[in-house]
C-alpha cells in the first residue's frame, strides 16, 4: 500500500525553492593564472597515404615444373622436430610399428560390415592417419609417425566399439 505524501497536493503550488545568499564573491577567490600552451603540431606530409578497405591477396607461387614433389620437400624441411636420442628413437619407431599393426586389425575387422555415415568418415580419418604416419616414419620422422599412429590407434577402437 502507497503510504500518503505528507504535503497536501492542493499546498504543494505553493511551494517555491528557497535560493542561498551567495557566502563567497567573485573578489574574494583569487584568479588562477591560465598558463600560456605553445602547440607545436608536425607539418602535413606533402603527399597523403591511401589506405584499402581489402586486405591484400595472398601471393601464390607459380607452379614450378618439379611441382608437388618441391613442394613436400620445402614444407618437410620447414618443418621444426624434436631431436631424438638413439634408445628414444628405436622406442619411438616400436610404439609406431605396433600402433599401427593394431589400428590395421581394428580396420580389417571393420571391413565387410555396413558403417553408418559417422562410422565411414571414422574409417577415412584412419586411413589419413595411417597414410600421414607412414610418410613420417619413411622420412625417419619417429616423432610425429608415433603421433599420428597412436590417434589413428585410438580413433580405431573408438570404430569398433562403435560397431
Same mark, same amino acid.
Given at each position: 500500500m502507497r503510504r500518503r505524501p505528507g504535503i497536501p497536493w492542493?499546498?504543494?503550488i505553493q511551494v517555491r525553492p528557497v535560493i542561498q545568499p551567495q557566502t563567497a564573491t567573485?573578489?574574494?577567490?583569487?584568479e588562477d593564472p591560465i598558463p600560456e600552451l605553445r602547440l607545436e603540431f608536425p607539418a602535413l606530409p606533402s603527399r597523403m597515404m591511401t589506405t584499402h578497405s581489402a586486405p591484400a591477396r595472398p601471393?601464390?607461387?607459380a607452379a614450378t615444373s618439379a611441382g608437388a614433389g618441391a613442394e613436400s620437400? $620445402?614444407?618437410e624441411s620447414s618443418l621444426i622436430t624434436p631431436q631424438l636420442s638413439a #634408445?628414444?628413437?628405436v622406442v619411438a619407431q616400436q610404439q609406431t610399428n605396433a600402433s599401427l599393426s593394431?589400428?590395421?586389425k581394428n580396420l580389417q575387422s571393420a571391413r565387410g560390415k555396413r558403417l553408418n555415415a559417422a562410422q565411414t568418415d571414422l574409417v577415412s580419418k584412419i586411413r589419413g592417419f595411417l597414410k600421414d604416419a607412414r610418410e613420417a616414419a619413411q622420412?625417419?620422422?619417429?616423432? $610425429?609417425?608415433r603421433s599420428l599412429s597412436k590417434k589413428a590407434q585410438v580413433l580405431s #577402437?573408438?570404430?569398433?566399439t562403435s560397431l
Open positions: 492542493a499546498t504543494a567573485a573578489m574574494e577567490i583569487p601471393r601464390v607461387p620437400e $620445402r614444407s #634408445e628414444e628413437t593394431i589400428t590395421e622420412v625417419a620422422d619417429w616423432a $610425429r609417425a #577402437e573408438t570404430l569398433v
